[in-house]
């Protein structure tokens, strides 16, 4: 399964698309305090549409909670300090649980905590001049490489909702 780990993040519309993510990938969701909002905050519950009640949503206290609570996670950082792309490394066993955590908006995770884990930074790759990308655009970036890596396991690769030969059937009836 697909973890996504918000350290301390700030911006309440950001963990609102984030929470959209987690929901469209069956993944969860661990938030790291302190939040820069309350979760129930209009822009989070906007952002979020209706898919909040639908996402397994864990906050911890601090990041000692959450290593506490996650004693064998497999955890990749997510950081402009790494050297090494998010996609050289391994998701692909749709069985195991892979976390990814991911930094607050104005100074990422903190270096302590990226200390020590070397083997499992991991980064976006952008033009030289570029510090960041959004927080929720470089969720869904990361994630979705795992999902993909699993051959989208457990996800829906056709339209479900409206079925899957609805563009076809519009065609038809004109």
């Known amino acids: 399964m697909i ?5 301390q993040p700030e911006i309440p519309q950001n963990t609102g698309n984030i929470i959209r993510t987690t929901m469209a990938l069956g993944g969860r969701l661990h938030l790291i305090k302190p939040l820069g909002f309350d979760i129930e905050d209009k822009s989070v519950l906007r952002a979020s549409m209706d898919y909040i009640d639908d996402v397994d949503i864990t906050v911890y206290e601090n990041v000692e909670e959450f290593y506490e609570k996650n004693k064998d996670a497999e955890i990749f950082y997510i950081t402009r300090y790494a050297t090494t ?3 050289a490394y391994d998701y692909s066993n749709p069985s ?3 976390y ?4 607050r908006e104005s100074t990422g995770i903190d270096h302590d905590i990226l200390r020590g884990h070397e083997d499992h930074l991991a980064r976006i790759p952008m033009v030289i001049n570029a510090r960041s990308l959004n927080l929720s655009n470089s969720v869904a970036i990361v994630t ?5 890596q699993q051959d989208f396991y457990r996800l829906a690769t056709f339209e479900t909702i409206k079925g899957e ?9 004109k």
């Open 100 to 103: 990814f955590m991911f930094g």
């Open 96 to 98: 195991k649980d892979y």
């Open 85 to 87: 792309p998010y996609t």
């Open 144 to 148: 979705y490489e795992a999902a993909r």
């Open 165 to 173: 030969n609805f563009l076809n059937e519009e065609v038809n009836k």
């Open 3 to 7: 973890n996504i780990v918000l350290y």
